[in-house]
């Protein structure tokens, strides 16, 4: 023992190993950062998320919360202990049932259940829910965690992973990327880092509005050894604006003597790792004015209100507007009218990786390794900040914990460009739990209110939205907000006379942005509630009320685009015998049970996949290298989704080649061309029409070298490339073959843009080339004393053209079914009060319920085998449909999610209806 640390003995994995280290320090960054073992993840340190649990003499624990010193002469298991040189059961089982998606909670889960199964080798779902409770997953919505644990140990049929050539599309091989992931092998934002780094902390302000200036910086720096920089924004070489936007980029990656909301980055300390991590950052010599501040729109929107920005009247950042018909005129002859208003919090993505990466300086590149789902977008924010040439700037992503639309935006990229760029050492940075959740973007709060009109039919005849989404403080995904919402309130449903407006309203509250449907989730509960409304003033089904008004092939949207490939009217008939069993069976409970009350809610979606009326495009390569590889530079970043699998499914039919021929190249800007953003459900589509238009030239390309028809078939046989048409068969030899630039004999590049057009002034024209569709019920009950909600059942009908990958499919709908819940029932980020995920509560593995799927397959006629967007469309009508089924157990119309059980018990009460 010398000097503050110990020598501590202790066994990892069965082997026995000694460390020196402070005995206070973690035992997670004990075996990350000296054992070497970063398959044990960090998403907290604070024992919230169990992503870092691990096994001490075979008891779960979470790593983050024991000291080093308690494993001494201990066993610890980690994730790399599971699999022994063949992958146990349980993580074949994981595999199998795709029940990783991101993979960064996969480490803590496998190891909490194989103490599980250890003990009880076949259990039950309420088993599995109880042993895995405290650890967190965003991604997958629990429901094939816990089909893989317990079969774990049950004899299922094995899928062999063989897939015929040409029989890619449909099947549902396991993800490519999935072993990486279930041994603790996947390298994420945090999980490599150069031996010469520096660490840099980022000050942030503490005020939601505020001026500062900063100390003597030289004097901090002497009186702190270690430290070797201090960086602000005097020191950015470019242009100190960055926004997704560009023509509303108005966020500065260092503030600029004012921070306009709490969470701002105003300043860069880089040092040693030792030196940052024992800094007080109390003791940084920045002083600080507060100003006066709004948070809500309603404030913000106030006459002489602070303008956030000067140049920004009345705070409105954009509005976007979608009208045709005459409105007024359609509420004239309608039988029945409702009006409402709705309001939503700010949610938090809540993924458990916070955000993480490092840069260095190779010759004359910048090279920043980081967690993101826009490789491209990031290189171009960050060279602009930093005053490099885009081409000086490679992004190399490395794995994504979970994105979900905040790490679209830039976040650390240009704070650890410019450490990087300013002392010539590696820069690496991890942001905090709390850091991640106060600097990063948010789901935009909305205050909206409609009116929709209908006639004895039950037919639409005109419909008034408004909504104001509180955009916060920077631009960032405002704009898209304010122009999709307009286009998306009237939902999938003929609606003749239609005006709708969305505004994005800047506050000093947190900047809002992307997240999982842009704005369309919040305007869906408004449209959806008031249908059900609407349709019992009609005294209809709520069901045959929306069949009524769905939309069908050949009607045009609000914006006047004529629709094909439409598939809502499919999902709402596939989930009608549902419907009528759930509605006889709360009718049955309702019978007998009055404190408890069932009730049954529908809802639908509609949205369109990519960008919206603007350029689009995708690049995908594929690529025969001389040693038989099939390569595909496979940019559409993975967070998760499973682009990596449906992608090369894709290109593996559209080619003819054999999926299991393929290796993939990620998306690393200095070697994969531009696939776009991982967003808006785009990537199946525009990235996979880029596949299938790349697979397609490369099969062109060999058939034309062979001089043989469409019908020959092409295989693989190590370096030789077999040809075969009817009796005759040729066998080219990749090696005798010369390459191109790119080291391939055979190649193809294609891009994929989506036929769009621009809006006119009221919203017209043809914003997406492909949307898809979808429907879900919702059966709960409500205890009418407490308010609480107790989930039952859903049942998930979603039109996606062509199931490509169905397990993929399935596993993104039980995911955004969970983050619907969350959007519904509990999730309320309020700023300074819920920055951890202790305060703010997301869905555990016990809070979702069975999720039946259907898959719908009504294919689209522009996208690749008929496939349509999904990522999207899966959480937005879940909240609306839980709503409506509390209204039709308890009579409570809930006006603010989420819906908490207070609020859910005072709407009972207001409603006359408390037992
Ligand atoms: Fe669980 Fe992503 S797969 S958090």
């Known amino acids: 023992m010398s000097g503050g640390s110990i020598s501590l003995s202790f066994e990892v994995n069965g082997r026995p190993i000694v460390v020196e280290t402070a005995p206070v320090q973690r035992l997670s960054a004990l075996l990350r950062d000296k054992v070497g073992l970063t398959g044990t993840k960090v998403g907290c340190d604070a024992g919230d998320c169990g992503a870092c649990s691990v096994l001490v003499d075979g008891e779960v624990v979470c790593a983050c919360l024991v000291p080093a010193s308690d494993v001494a002469g201990r066993r610890v298991s980690t994730v790399e202990g599971l699999s022994n040189g063949r992958l146990s059961a349980l993580q074949q089982s994981f595999l199998r049932h795709g029940a990783a998606q991101c993979g960064i909670c996969t480490p803590g889960l496998l190891i909490t259940a194989s103490a599980l199964l250890d003990e009880n080798p076949t259990p039950s779902e309420a088993e599995v829910q109880d042993a895995l409770g405290g650890v967190l997953c965003r991604c997958t919505g629990y429901r094939k965690i816990v089909q893989a644990v317990m079969n774990a140990n049950r004899p299922v049929a094995v899928d062999s992973g063989t897939i015929a050539p040409r029989a890619a599309v449909g099947a549902s091989p396991i993800r490519l990327d999935g072993e990486r992931k279930i041994t603790g092998r996947e390298i994420f934002g945090a999980d490599e880092r150069p031996p010469d780094a520096l660490s840099v902390l980022v000050m942030r302000s503490p ?66 790792r030792d030196a940052i991590e024992a800094l007080d950052p109390a003791r940084f010599p920045i002083a600080w004015t507060e100003l006066p501040y709004c948070l809500t729109t309603e404030e913000a929107r106030t006459p002489g209100a602070k303008l956030v920005h000067e140049e920004r009247p009345d705070n409105l950042l954009t509005q976007g507007l979608v009208e045709s018909g005459d409105p007024e005129a359609g509420f004239a002859r309608a039988e029945a009218i409702v009006e409402g208003s709705m309001e939503t919090s700010y949610v938090e993505h809540a993924y458990i990786e916070p955000e993480a990466g490092y840069a260095m300086v190779d010759g004359d590149t910048l090279v920043i390794k980081a967690c993101t789902q826009a490789p491209f977008m990031d290189r171009d924010d960050t060279a602009k900040v930093l005053g490099l040439p885009p081409e000086k700037v490679r992004i190399v992503p490395l794995a994504t914990g979970g994105g979900f639309g905040s790490k679209l935006d830039v976040s650390l990229q240009p704070l650890i ?34 009116r929709i009109g209908a006639d004895a039919e039950g037919r639409i005849t005109g419909m008034i939205f408004e909504g104001d989404f509180n955009t916060g403080a920077y631009a960032s995904w405002g704009p898209t907000v304010a122009n999709r919402v307009p286009v998306h309130a009237s939902g999938p449903y003929r609606t003749p006379n239609y005006r709708a407006v969305g505004r994005a309203i800047h506050t000093n509250g947190p900047i809002s942005g992307a997240f999982r449907g842009f704005g369309v989730p919040q305007a869906t509960i408004m449209q959806e509630t008031l249908y059900d409304r609407l349709a019992g003033k009609l005294g209809m089904d709520r069901l045959e009320f929306r069949l009524v008004n769905a939309l069908s092939d050949g009607d045009r949207t609000t914006c006047g685009q004529e629709l094909h490939g439409v598939g809502i009217r499919q999902c709402l008939e596939q989930l009608r015998p549902h419907w009528e069993r759930a509605l006889a069976d709360a009718e049955s409970f309702n019978k007998e049970s009055f404190k408890t009350r069932r009730g049954i809610g529908v809802a639908s979606c509609w949205y369109g996949c990519g960008n919206t009326a603007l350029p689009n495009p995708s690049t995908i390569r594929v690529g025969i290298s001389r040693d038989g590889a099939v390569v595909l ?55 996979g029409k880029a596949a299938e ?69 009221k919203g017209q024209g043809k914003p997406y080339a492909v949307y898809g569709y979808g429907a879900q019920i919702v059966e709960l009950e409500v205890d009418m004393r407490l308010g609480t909600v107790r989930l039952l059942k859903i049942t998930a009908a979603h039109d996606v053209g062509r199931a490509i990958n169905p ?109």
């Not at 238009?693 to 060999?702: D, Q």
């Open 207 to 272: 005020f939601w509005h505020a001026t500062f200036e900063i100390g003597d910086r030289e004097a901090f720096i002497a009186a702190h050894p270690g430290i070797v920089g201090v960086f602000t924004a005097a020191d950015i070489p470019g242009e100190n604006r960055f926004g997704v936007i560009p023509p509303f980029a108005d966020q500065p990656a260092l503030a600029e003597g004012r921070a306009r909301f709490r969470g701002e980055a105003v300043a860069l300390i880089a040092g040693e």
């Open 633 to 687: 530079h496979q940019g559409a970043v993975d967070i998760g989704q499973g682009s990596n699998t449906v992608i090369a499914q894709i290109c593996a039919d559209a080619s003819g080649l054999p999926l299991s021929a393929f290796t993939l190249l990620g998306g690393d800007t200095g070697i994969t061309p531009d696939a776009g953003k991982t967003s808006a459900s785009r990537q199946t589509f525009i990235s």
């Open 807 to 915: 397990i993929l499919a399935e596993g993104q709908i039980e995911g955004g079914i969970a983050q619907g819940i969350g959007l519904a029932l509990m999730e309320e980020y309020v700023p300074g009060r819920t920055e951890n995920l202790h305060d703010y509560l997301i869905p555990t593995i016990g809070d979702v319920p069975p999720i039946e799927t259907i898959l719908v397959e009504v294919p689209d006629p522009e996208g690749p085998f008929g496939a349509k967007g999904l990522g999207e469309h899966v959480l937005i009508p879940t909240a609306p449909a839980i709503l409506n089924a509390i209204r039709h157990a308890s009579g409570a119309e809930i006006q603010k999610v989420p819906a908490t059980p207070s609020r859910v018990l005072a709407a009972i009460q207001a409603a006359g209806r408390k037992p």
């Open 417 to 450: 460009g410019l450490v990087a760029l300013k002392t010539g050492r590696p820069a690496a940075l991890v942001y905090s739990r709390g850091d991640s959740m106060r600097s990063t973007t948010k789901r935009h709060p909305a205050r909206m209110q409609a």
């Open 693 to 761: 238009k790349a697979g397609r030239a490369l099969r062109e390309t060999i058939l034309r070298f062979a001089n043989v028809s469409d019908a020959a078939e092409i295989s693989l046989e190590g370096t030789v490339l077999v040809i075969r048409e009817g009796q005759a068969v040729r066998h080219v030899a990749l090696d005798n073959l010369p390459a191109d630039a790119h080291g391939y004999v055979f190649s193809a590049e294609e891009t994929y843009d989506p036929p769009t057009t621009a809006l006119d002034g």
